[in-house]
């Protein structure tokens, strides 16, 4: 997971398989927080109260800000939540919680088989969700006069610039995100564009947008 980009699902998907005489329900959601995943996790357990086991894992942010969670649910430690944490992380996705809700058949699967079986629950949900990469922008204003503005719009667009809106004045002011490494020669080509007479001005050091796959 890169620090300044990851995956994001795009809304709740479910799957299930069947391992063995076991059968296993995932359930997969975008969250943004611990609070709201916990409250996903309850209402899977109560949907499914007879299942022998609702293992979880959940991972929120990146980088510094980075809180992952998992939890095995009465399994052998290390066999369910991780494994399941483990396959979100390798695809680079974040900001989720998973629920491996499992219904035992009456043949153990062992530790191994346990491992390999949450896994695949994963991967499941993961083949089904639709996703959107949340990129790290920072957010600026710009300044300009009329007889510059479509340069600037033109060079935004071409540059990956998301235009959040502008405000037609005595100038136009164009507020807009560009990708978080390309600050400096942003702020360059603009003055270039505008011949000196543009304002730059940065709102936000870090914001997180969502690009839809």
Same mark, same amino acid.
């Given at each position: 997971?890169?620090? +300044?980009?990851?995956?994001?699902?795009?809304? $709740?998907?479910?799957?299930?398989?069947? &391992?063995?005489?076991?059968?296993?329900?995932?359930?997969?959601?975008?969250?943004?927080?611990?609070?709201?995943?916990?409250?996903?996790?309850?209402?899977?357990?109560?949907?499914? $109260?007879?299942? #022998?086991?609702?293992?979880?894992?959940?991972? %929120?942010?990146?980088?510094?800000?980075? %809180?992952?969670?998992?939890? +095995?649910?009465? =399994?052998?430690?290390? #066999?369910?939540?991780?494994?399941? *944490?483990?396959?979100?992380?390798?695809?680079?996705?974040? +900001? *989720?919680?998973?629920?491996? #809700?499992?219904?035992?058949?009456?043949?153990?699967?062992?530790?191994?088989?346990?491992?390999?079986?949450?896994?695949?629950?994963?991967?499941?949900?993961?083949?089904?969700?639709?996703?959107? !990469?949340? !990129?790290?922008?920072?957010?600026?204003?710009?300044?300009?006069?009329?007889?510059?503005?479509?340069?600037?719009?033109?060079?935004?667009?071409?540059?990956?610039?998301? %235009?959040?809106?502008?405000?037609?004045?005595?100038?136009?002011?164009? #507020?807009?995100?560009? $990708?978080? +490494?390309?600050?400096?020669?942003?702020?360059?080509?603009?003055?270039?564009?505008?011949?000196?007479?543009?304002?730059?001005?940065?709102? !936000?050091?870090?914001?997180? &947008?969502?690009?839809? =796959?």
């Amino acid at each position: 997971m890169s620090r +300044d980009c990851y995956y994001v699902p795009r809304k $709740p998907v479910r799957a299930r398989i069947a &391992v063995g005489a076991c059968r296993f329900i995932g359930t997969l959601a975008p969250v943004s927080g611990e609070e709201e995943a916990q409250e996903l996790i309850q209402a899977v357990r109560k949907e499914f $109260p007879d299942a #022998t086991h609702h293992a979880y894992a959940l991972s %929120i942010g990146c980088g510094a800000s980075l %809180i992952e969670r998992c939890h +095995d649910d009465g =399994e052998p430690a290390l #066999t369910a939540g991780a494994p399941m *944490l483990q396959v979100f992380k390798g695809a680079g996705l974040s +900001d *989720l919680v998973m629920v491996g #809700t499992r219904y035992f058949g009456g043949v153990k699967l062992g530790i191994g088989g346990l491992t390999r079986a949450y896994s695949a629950c994963a991967r499941a949900c993961l083949e089904q969700a639709e996703l959107a !990469e949340k !990129e790290k922008r920072f957010k600026f204003n710009l300044a300009v006069g009329y007889e510059h503005l479509g340069a600037v719009l033109r060079y935004l667009e071409g540059c990956g610039g998301g %235009i959040i809106g502008i405000e037609y004045g005595e100038q136009a002011a164009v #507020t807009a995100t560009l $990708p978080h +490494d390309r600050a400096e020669k942003a702020r360059a080509d603009f003055l270039e564009l505008t011949r000196g007479q543009g304002c730059w001005k940065v709102l !936000e050091e870090e914001v997180w &947008v969502l690009r839809e =796959e």
